[in-house]
């Protein structure tokens, strides 16, 4: 029905509708309504993430103190090797019980001492016969800085440096990874010939004995075929460490690659050398190695030879071909033997 325009037209009322604004929550108290949230949280927990992660504390790594005495070997046979100074007194010298052991003949058995007192170290001379030089000059005693160098005989060189326990025991962990085999712990190949080279250097420099004793084990490929590899990573590890505890402490044991091993002798007689060689040959036959619910027996086959044989060239690769040759002979005569 058409509508009089002079008719008035009345529109609902219209009601303003306002949303509140949110009302901050108090942190502690939301977490008091809130039993599933621990209570010892700190007051931000219910900040929005983007917040909440400007409250998290930061860890600040903190420098270390430079707190430890540590001598390197920096020129010498061992090259590397670090020696800490933990004792109120440290012994250095050719002697067994040397805390920092030298066998060179250049060196006295108790050439110096290094004493510690409070934030002092001191290095005395011992009255050795070739001396001790710090920085280039002869010195009697004298009190040490960081950084200084130490010359013990005519041919060991040290550095001595404060450093933090922690880097103390990164060096040590440094050498022995760049020295040792992983498995056997035995000292590797690489080391293995440089030590070489240096003992027949010094051989001929001094006139001393050198011998150098190879051998591998026997059917070893049977081992594993057998028993796995895994079984035979424990008779390495076996074998390894009975010719270690066999020798002398002066002599050199390391692994040589595979199944092979090398012992550097000095300062004995070819015979006697054999006769060590063929003390580790009975000490690995005796062994019984546990494996599972079974045993496994192993034997060595060694290759003996010393620089002072009439027929050798005093090199290090004549030493190690003549080894080498009578370990093939040895294993070609029946094995479990030495030539």
Request: aromatic share 6%.
């Amino acid at each position: 029905m058409p509508q009089d325009p002079h008719t008035t037209v009345k529109f609902p009322k219209v009601v303003p509708v306002t949303t509140p604004l949110p009302v901050p929550v108090d942190g502690r108290a939301a977490r008091a309504a809130s039993p599933s949230q621990p209570a010892d949280e700190p007051e931000w927990y219910n900040d929005p993430p983007t917040i909440r992660a400007m409250h998290v504390a930061i860890a600040v790594q903190v420098a270390s103190t430079p707190d430890r005495a540590l001598l390197t070997v920096l020129a010498g046979l061992n090259a590397g090797q670090v020696f800490a100074v933990e004792r109120d007194e440290t012994s250095i010298g050719r002697a067994h019980d040397a805390d920092v052991r030298v066998d060179d003949a250049g060196i006295s058995r108790k050439h110096a001492r290094l004493l510690r007192t409070f934030d002092r170290h001191i290095l005395e001379d011992l009255g050795s016969t070739n001396g001790v030089y710090v920085n280039g000059r002869r010195v009697e005693r004298i009190d040490l800085a960081d950084g200084d160098r130490i010359q013990v005989g005519p041919s060991l060189v040290l550095r001595f440096g404060l450093i933090a326990a922690d880097e103390a025991a990164l060096a040590r962990q440094l050498y022995e990874g760049s020295t040792r085999d992983a498995l056997t712990q035995l000292y590797n190949r690489k080391y293995a010939g440089e030590r070489l080279a240096a003992e027949v250097a010094y051989s001929h420099r001094h006139g001393t004995r050198l011998s150098l004793i190879i051998f591998d084990i026997d059917h070893f490929k049977r081992v594993n075929d057998t028993f796995g590899h895994l079984a035979g990573d424990v008779v390495l590890r076996v074998v390894a460490a009975q010719a270690q505890k066999t020798v002398r402490a002066e002599d050199v044991v390391a692994r040589y690659g595979g199944e092979e091993f090398v012992v550097i002798v000095r300062g004995i007689e070819h015979a006697n050398v054999c006769v060590l060689a063929d003390r580790i040959r009975k000490a690995v036959e005796r062994l019984t190695i546990p494996w599972e619910s079974r045993t496994i027996k192993t034997t060595i086959s060694l290759g003996v030879a010393s620089l002072d044989e009439g027929d050798l060239a005093a090199t290090v690769e004549a030493l190690v071909a003549l080894a080498d040759e009578r370990l093939y002979r040895a294993k070609a005569g029946g094995r479990n033997r030495l030539c």
